[in-house]
């Protein structure tokens, strides 16, 4: 048994095989994709029931803001509908990097055309946009934190320098994202580990019971010099037929008989 197989960096959470890492990508998104497809179409929902406030709340630049909406509301739609093709079903791990990406930066953007002169309540689009991290929940973890960084630099550009507001509003905007950034940045690694850490054990467990399956069975083994064959047709002598098929160390001896035929005038102490 190849127990080094599915040893995982904590760091990256990625199997250092690439064997073991395909394996659990196509295990993960069996569970997942239903709940990824779930995640697009709720925020289609939400991004069109949300629309109805913008012109009273943004004025003239509600046409503007609405147009937006609509653009994401469509791009939303269309990751819906890849989801149900085999391309996007193995790059599903990019799904929530490109779902923080798209609501947080129109969650800027909503912030950016707000009010600058009092406190914006759509900056809780946030809560929304990095709660992305779980629609592919157990994968994309790496990717999701590159997109989260990328947003949460390109709000504090925004509000900063491009949309400057007062310091009274940066300071709890910055707080308030970051504090929405850190929260859920380790939620999602400690998920994702866990979900890998889960299916290490039970492969490792799976592969140590087909053993002692295989070790429980009848084996073929020569008449003759003791050979055993394996499942796959191969003879192997039997310490290494057990080294290779379980947790077996054999240490070499002669037993007394042996000893007598090998070593005749040796004198065996009784």
Same mark, same amino acid.
């Given at each position: 048994?190849?127990?080094?197989?599915?040893?995982?960096?904590?760091?990256?959470?990625?199997?250092?095989?690439?064997?073991?890492?395909?394996?659990?990508?196509?295990?993960?998104?069996?569970?997942?994709?239903?709940?990824?497809?779930?995640?697009?179409?709720?925020?289609? +929902?939400?991004?069109?029931?949300?629309?109805?406030?913008?012109?009273?709340?943004?004025?003239?630049?509600?046409?503007?803001?609405?147009?937006?909406?609509?653009?994401?509301?469509?791009?939303?739609?269309?990751?819906?509908?890849?989801?149900?093709?085999?391309?996007?079903?193995?790059?599903?791990?990019?799904?929530?990097?490109?779902?923080?990406?798209?609501?947080?930066?129109?969650?800027?953007?909503?912030?950016?055309?707000?009010?600058?002169?009092?406190?914006?309540?759509?900056?809780?689009?946030?809560?929304? +946009?990095? +709660?992305?991290?779980?629609?592919?929940?157990?994968?994309?973890?790496?990717?999701?934190?590159?997109?989260?960084?990328?947003?949460?630099?390109?709000?504090?550009?925004?509000?900063?320098?491009?949309?400057?507001?007062?310091?009274?509003?940066?300071?709890?905007?910055?707080?308030?994202?970051?504090?929405?950034?850190?929260?859920? +940045?380790?939620?999602?690694?400690?998920?994702?580990?866990?979900?890998?850490?889960?299916?290490?054990?039970?492969?490792?467990?799976?592969?140590?019971?087909?053993?002692?399956?295989?070790?429980?069975?009848?084996?073929?083994?020569?008449?003759?010099?003791?050979?055993?064959?394996?499942?796959?047709?191969?003879?192997?002598?039997?310490?290494?037929?057990?080294?290779?098929?379980?947790?077996?160390?054999?240490?070499?001896?002669?037993?007394?008989?042996?000893?007598?035929?090998?070593?005749?005038?040796?004198?065996?102490?009784?």
């Amino acid at each position: 048994m190849n127990k080094e197989k599915y040893i995982l960096n904590r760091l990256l959470l990625k199997f250092n095989e690439e064997s073991a890492e395909k394996e659990y990508r196509e295990h993960i998104t069996e569970r997942t994709l239903l709940f990824c497809r779930i995640s697009w179409a709720m925020l289609m +929902a939400i991004g069109l029931t949300f629309g109805i406030l913008d012109k009273d709340y943004f004025g003239s630049d509600g046409n503007t803001v609405l147009l937006v909406r609509i653009i994401l509301v469509i791009f939303s739609g269309i990751i819906l509908a890849l989801t149900f093709t085999r391309t996007m079903k193995r790059h599903l791990y990019l799904s929530s990097s490109l779902f923080i990406t798209s609501l947080g930066l129109f969650a800027t953007f909503l912030v950016a055309m707000s009010n600058p002169a009092v406190f914006t309540p759509y900056l809780t689009s946030f809560f929304f +946009a990095f +709660a992305g991290i779980f629609t592919t929940v157990g994968i994309g973890f790496r990717f999701s934190m590159i997109s989260m960084t990328l947003n949460l630099m390109a709000f504090e550009i925004t509000i900063g320098l491009i949309f400057p507001v007062p310091i009274r509003l940066f300071l709890p905007y910055t707080f308030f994202v970051t504090g929405i950034f850190l929260v859920y +940045a380790y939620i999602g690694y400690m998920v994702e580990l866990f979900s890998r850490e889960n299916f290490a054990i039970s492969k490792n467990l799976k592969n140590s019971l087909d053993e002692i399956k295989t070790l429980s069975g009848l084996l073929p083994i020569c008449s003759h010099c003791k050979k055993i064959r394996d499942d796959r047709g191969y003879w192997s002598q039997v310490d290494e037929y057990f080294r290779d098929h379980g947790n077996v160390t054999f240490s070499h001896s002669l037993c007394p008989d042996c000893v007598k035929v090998l070593h005749p005038t040796l004198k065996l102490k009784k």
